[in-house]
């Protein structure tokens, strides 16, 4: 049991080896150039975005560029104001240069063609209003200039010309998960979009993490670090992809080494599993019948002659082949056994067993079915006359070898016989009652 177990788990780890290299070449390639289509489509994505938060400032300040753009689609936008106190409220013109954008967009009828059609926002800190796309109640844009807030998520106001990128943060109006691309359009209004996760399916396995600039890491960038989120940090990436999508800000992908041999891990560790599940049960169940023949083999085999014993009769009841069976029966064994001992005895069966050994072929079979008997199955023996002259040769080996020992010069060894033909599927129990009677015939003449 345990050697099929050791030698089951020592064949999973070879084909698993085998299979994970062989399935790495074949899915592995294909596996890596999606992904990476993926990630540049992502990164486009987020540097067209920008592309157009800047065609949107200066489309604003100069009316005259409508033709040149992509905003040329009817879609409103609304101008929404946070609750104030009375005397913290500021005057009409602060407000002037929001509502500015805001008729210079309508009047070209915005909307444009990347992602951030329905999550652009243009900020006026100062009024503590925006622009979006949709009419926000007053509770609502207080919560998004509240100051605490700001410096928590970092999308407090930016410097002129200048882009920031928040940290990961739920949305207070939708309650996704995002973060906030913005850039600083002068003193007090900054225009940005919110890239909202679940609006990419590439960002479902995915976890951002945003990195602002530190300069005691002499990073001067923000990076926006994309890692997969079913892999650990700790191991080897088997690639790593960079993107300048706009200036001061950086994308990072890592593809984790087990990424790409994601699914040549799970295909070769299921058919290893398999393999190896298979070759313990071939094998186990090889050693069970090997050691259960063998078993049987002992059990039929006689300790004093090692000839076979009774039990082969047990197990093979019927002839499988057409021969001769001899019966022979030994002569003056008693008389040895009463006059020179046991040990003398079992030394003239053993004699008798040798000899007979010695004379009949591999494909022959001599059995001792009780003391001094035995039973000879000389198979594809075409006639009882060349059965007659096995025997006798048996008879003549007896005579030679029993002149070299001493106790059987007085006490001549020998022995009767039977011969009866047999055929295939003729039952053994009815053959030997046939031999016995032409042996006891022999015996009495």
Request: glycine fraction near 4%; proline fraction near 2%; include cysteine.
């Amino acid at each position: 049991m345990l050697h099929s177990i050791y030698f089951a788990v020592r064949m999973f780890i070879v084909s698993f080896v085998v299979l994970t290299v062989m399935f790495h070449y074949i899915f592995s390639a294909s596996t890596l150039e999606d992904e990476q289509s993926a990630i540049h489509q992502t990164m486009n994505d987020l540097s067209d975005a920008l592309l157009e938060l800047s065609n949107i400032i200066v489309i604003a300040e100069n009316e005259e560029l409508a033709s040149s753009t992509s905003l040329n689609k009817r879609s409103y936008i609304y101008m929404s104001k946070a609750e104030v106190e009375p005397e913290t409220s500021t005057d009409a013109g602060t407000v002037d240069l929001l509502s500015q954008y805001k008729n210079a967009l309508d009047r070209l009828g915005f909307i444009t063609t990347s992602s951030i059609s329905g999550n652009f926002m243009i900020k006026d800190w100062q009024a503590h209003s925006v622009l979006y796309r949709r009419k926000l109640e007053p509770s609502v844009v207080s919560t998004i200039f509240d100051s605490t807030r700001c410096r928590e998520l970092n999308i407090c106001k930016t410097k002129v010309n200048k882009y920031r990128v928040s940290y990961m943060h739920e949305d207070a109006l939708s309650g996704n998960k995002l973060f906030t691309i913005f850039k600083g359009v002068n003193e007090h209004i900054d225009i940005g979009f919110n890239v909202h996760l679940n609006s990419n399916s590439y960002y479902d396995d995915k976890n951002i993490s945003i990195m602002p600039p530190n300069t005691k890491k002499n990073q001067k960038n923000y990076v926006i670090s994309v890692k997969y989120a079913d892999y650990p940090d700790s191991l080897l990436f088997y690639r790593s992809e960079y993107a300048d999508i706009a200036d001061g800000i950086i994308v990072i992908v890592q593809i984790p080494f087990l990424y790409v041999l994601d699914i040549p891990l799970k295909f070769s560790g299921i058919l290893s599993f398999f393999i190896a599940i298979s070759i313990f049960y071939f094998h186990f169940i090889q050693r069970i019948t090997c050691e259960s023949e063998l078993h049987k083999e002992k059990s039929m085999i006689d300790t004093l002659t090692k000839a076979y014993n009774r039990r082969y009769f047990d197990y093979y009841s019927e002839a499988t082949s057409s021969g001769v069976l001899a019966v022979i029966d030994g002569n003056k064994i008693k008389e040895i056994n009463d006059t020179l001992g046991h040990s003398a005895g079992d030394s003239a069966i053993k004699l008798l067993a040798s000899s007979a050994q010695e004379i009949i072929r591999d494909e022959d079979y001599l059995i001792r079915s009780g003391g001094d008997e035995f039973v000879i199955l000389l198979n594809d023996c075409p006639t009882i006359e060349i059965a007659t002259e096995i025997i006798e040769k048996i008879q003549n080996r007896i005579i030679q070898k029993s002149k070299y020992k001493k106790e059987f010069r007085e006490h001549k060894i020998s022995f009767a016989y039977g011969l009866t033909p047999y055929s295939e599927g003729d039952l053994y129990d009815e053959i030997i009652e046939m031999a016995d009677f032409y042996m006891y015939e022999n015996k009495n003449k």
